[in-house]
């Protein structure tokens, strides 16, 4: 793995590009390491797995609605116990 800064690899940019097709390239900057991945498409699901759940427009937006309503305080988590879930989930 080639660890660069910043700076190195903007006055390289082509150069470490084309690098990261053969070899892993990580920059380092204040905030952290932040790894290039090559890849042949954009994914813009924000699953891991690629979880199709992600990927219908009204689940994100509801999604969104909810984190923001815990952002502004009108919401709150409610933390659940192994018994609060199987009564939910009981049939």
């Known amino acids: 793995m080639i660890l660069l800064t910043v700076t190195e690899f903007r006055n390289n940019l082509s150069k470490y590009l084309q690098m990261a097709f053969t070899e892993k390239i990580a920059l380092k900057s204040k905030k952290g390491i932040i790894e290039l991945m090559p890849s042949n498409e954009i994914r813009l699901n924000p699953s891991p797995s690629g979880d199709t759940w992600f990927d219908n427009p009204r689940n994100m937006a509801e999604l969104n609605r909810a984190i923001e309503e815990l ?21």
């Open 71 to 91: 952002k502004t305080g009108k919401a709150d988590l409610k933390e659940f116990s192994n018994d609060d879930i199987k009564d939910l989930f009981t049939v």
